[in-house]
């Protein structure tokens, strides 16, 4: 698994390295101090697993990972136990205090093993099984694609809706119709995107459209130009 260490401090990425020399499954591919600089790693060598510090000159650790189109899986190193406890509630596969204890390491990264083997070919487009981070204020998550049932635009952001909660991340939705795959997320109308798998009932509607109802209740209007598209993808 390609790894990579992120960290403001030389010596305590120097330090990491060393204690991961051991394991055989983890393969250090590139060291960074800054997260514009492993925002650029992170797309020049597709590593499969970041180290990763919280805080650090500039953006910190959680605005780097914001600013991913794909998030590798997270080890969070950090000096700060109430800043990686309380600070976010994400799905990390770890975090790991400052000194590092190699016991606790090994602990960390036998959580890999568990993990489901993924396609490492590189893609440009996400899939429903990719991980998204969302970072909304002081709340962050790492979020499964198919967990998101609706995308709506709002000025330059987009409202993410999953589960309970509906987050505003800087991104064009337009932006995110290209990223991502058509057969399972579809451009109901020009300010909203569904997920297919969570249509439950389609209506006709005025002018040739039609009235969507998702399993959560929410209603989506899709446009007379896109309901024929839809009809075909939804097996009318």
């Not at 309380?86 to 205090?97: I, R």
Request: hydrophobic residues 45%.
């Amino acid at each position: 698994m390609k790894a990579l260490i992120i960290d403001d401090e030389r010596l305590a990425r120097n330090e990491l390295g060393r204690l991961l020399q051991p394991f055989a499954n983890i393969e250090v591919v590139g060291e960074a101090a800054n997260a514009d600089e492993a925002e650029k790693l992170v797309g020049e060598l597709k590593p499969d697993l970041l180290f990763l510090d919280i805080n650090m000159p500039g953006k910190d650790g959680f605005e780097l990972l914001a600013a991913l189109e794909v998030v590798p899986h997270v080890i969070f190193v950090t000096a700060y136990d109430e800043h990686a406890v309380q600070a976010f509630e994400v799905n990390a596969l770890d975090y790991l205090l400052k000194p590092i204890d190699p016991e606790r390491l090994g602990a960390a990264i036998s959580k890999l093993a568990q993990l489901p083997k993924e396609n490492e070919a590189a893609r440009e487009n996400l899939t429903a099984e990719d991980r998204i981070f969302i970072k909304d204020g002081e709340k962050c998550w790492f979020v499964t694609l198919k967990e998101v049932r609706l995308f709506e635009s709002e000025g330059n952001y987009v409202r993410v809706r999953f589960g309970e909660n509906k987050p505003l991340v800087l991104r064009s939705l337009n932006n995110l119709e290209k990223k991502l795959d058509p057969h399972v997320y579809f451009r109901a109308n020009r300010k909203q995107m569904i997920n297919l798998a969570f249509v439950d009932k389609i209506e006709p509607w005025f002018s040739g459209g039609l009235n969507c109802t998702l399993s959560t209740g929410e209603v989506v209007e899709v446009s007379r130009r896109q309901a024929l598209r839809f009809k075909e993808l939804m097996s009318l």
